[in-house]
């Protein structure tokens, strides 16, 4: 299920995405490789050396965890039900009425990185920037240290010819130079300068800690479109593909709209949050293609713990087929309760400590898998397989 969304992330993102993807793939498959064949070896010769016996998957505090739980999941449905509609109701609504960000990527216009000799506050960068360009908005987020921001604009964005960068850095400049070295030219602050031990300036060279526009990035209004819809296709035949393939792997459409019905909802639950929250929170949370791609990683995440669960329910089906359905869905959840916390919070553990100390560019991207992961195992137990257990009742009664 990872490799599938992975796919569909190399074939309709671009750039860096298509890295991130690539990266993905690769990691499933050497993951699988090192699962399946390397601790087979390592069990097999445990096994000759009749050392098998003193191997222990637990620890005095965690050896009885997870034991003998009875949770009646199946009963308790509908109160989740109600609690999932309602954020589900309040997320639309909020995506009706006060939208999302969008990032360059989707809107169209211009990214500039630049670095100063001291730290900024963004707040005071764009007062200084606010009214410059017209009735286009100029946003500033910091960037890794203190010192360096990100400024992006949409401004004259469909305009083609070369005067508009030189235009924009110079209204950068102007704009910006009572932040600098007050021997820091024009020329210096669009192709860098460094300064030595005496705070004399003098043009970047080779050298790497440098000052003024780091990067300058430019999305036109044609590739944002383009983007766009790249990003909506991906998302909606993610959905549609991995609906196929559990409908395939389990024939029968009950686990089909139990895993459907659990990735829209994790997929709104994450645009609602940020649609809520965008205005509020101390980092950027715009809407570019790591965003699509933070959701995409999450719907294959998400449904791999469904399939888990998915997979003990036809196995005890199977096992006990005279048993009564309620009490096989809940067995089989309760039963994976344990491999379920496990591999969530192994996850989370990795995903705060980036969120932490991975930097502000990635810091939106990290939310959304933090959000997405927590979500995504909260629809696991709560939407899919209740909404599978209805699914299933329904067809076996008709039977």
Not at 6 to 31: E, H, K, N, Q, W
Request: glycine fraction near 8%.
């Amino acid at each position: 299920t990872t490799i599938l969304t992975g796919i569909i992330l190399f074939l309709f993102g671009t750039g860096p995405i298509r890295g991130f993807a690539t990266t993905l793939i690769i990691g499933i498959v050497c993951s699988f490789f090192t699962a399946i064949f390397i601790t087979r070896l390592i069990y097999d010769r445990l096994l000759k050396n009749d050392k098998l016996q003193d191997l222990s998957f637990t620890t005095n505090i965690t050896k009885n965890w997870f034991q003998n739980i009875n949770f009646d999941f199946i009963k308790k449905r509908k109160t989740f039900y109600f609690l999932s509609t309602a954020f589900v109701v309040i997320a639309i609504a909020s995506l009706s009425l006060h939208g999302l960000k969008p990032g360059i990527d989707f809107s169209g216009g211009r990214n500039y990185i630049v670095r100063f000799e001291k730290n900024v506050s963004t707040t005071e960068i764009a007062d200084k920037l606010n009214g410059k360009f017209g009735e286009d908005y100029a946003s500033v987020i910091t960037i890794g240290d203190a010192n360096q921001v990100r400024i992006s604009t949409n401004y004259k964005i469909e305009d083609e010819s070369d005067n508009v960068d030189e235009e924009i850095d110079g209204i950068l400049y102007e704009n910006l130079k009572d932040l600098l070295n007050t021997n820091v030219t024009k020329d210096m602050f669009v192709n860098r300068y460094v300064t030595n031990a005496n705070g004399e300036v003098a043009p970047a060279g080779d050298s790497d800690n440098t000052y003024g526009i780091q990067s300058s990035q430019k999305v036109g209004p044609t590739m944002a479109d383009d983007i766009k819809t790249s990003a909506y296709w991906a998302v909606l035949f993610a959905v549609i593909v991995i609906g196929l393939y559990i409908l395939v792997r389990f024939r029968n459409i009950a686990f089909s709209m139990g895993a459907i019905a659990s990735l829209v909802h994790d997929t709104l639950f994450i645009l609602g949050l940020y649609s809520l929250l965008y205005t509020v929170m101390p980092f950027s949370l715009e809407i570019d293609q790591s965003f699509i791609a933070a959701i995409l990683t999450v719907i294959g995440y998400s449904i791999n713990d469904t399939v888990v669960i998915f997979d003990r329910i036809r196995e005890n089906i199977g096992l006990y087929p005279g048993r009564d359905s309620k009490d096989l869905f809940n067995t089989s959840i309760c039963s994976t309760l344990s491999r379920t916390f496990s591999t969530s919070l192994s996850t989370l553990v990795v995903l705060i400590v980036i969120f932490l100390f991975g930097g502000e560019t990635i810091r939106g991207f990290i939310f959304a898998m933090l959000i997405g992961v927590i979500v995504g195992t909260y629809s696991t137990l709560f939407v899919a397989a209740p909404i599978a257990y209805d699914c299933f009742n329904k067809r076996s009664k008709k039977e």
